[in-house]
Every structure is written in C-alpha cells, then in structure tokens.
C-alpha cells in the first residue's frame, strides 16, 4: 500500500463517513498542489454534498 495522497478531484463519487466531518474539498487525503482551494461542505438532509468548484459528490455512509 502507498503512502502517496491520492490524487485530488480523481473521483466524481467520494464515500465518507462521520469521521471525516467537519466535511471539505479537497480531502486531508487529497494532493491539493494541482486541486483548488479548500472549502468546506454542508451536508445535505439526503448525507450528500457537491463541491462547487470541481462537481465532486461527498456521500455520508453509516
């Protein structure tokens, strides 16, 4: 397994958790030097979040 972070805004459909809330794009996992800056998502009463900046899709799984 790699310890490289993963590399930002790879994936349209993130699954999270309550572990990574306060949620925010990119993720602490994410390379960010080629990503756009970080802002943070309020999840909606469905669990998800879209980042308005790159589109991706963060789903709250239980």
């Known amino acids: 397994m790699s310890n490289r972070p993963q590399q930002a805004n790879a994936s349209k459909l993130y699954h ?3 572990a990574d809330l306060p949620l925010h794009c990119p993720m602490p996992n994410m390379a960010v030097w080629d990503s756009h800056p970080r802002v943070y998502l309020p999840m909606g009463q469905d669990g998800r979040a879209r980042c308005p900046y790159c589109g991706a ?3 709250l799984k239980e």
């Open 16 to 18: 999270i958790s309550r």
């Open 57 to 59: 899709v963060y789903e």
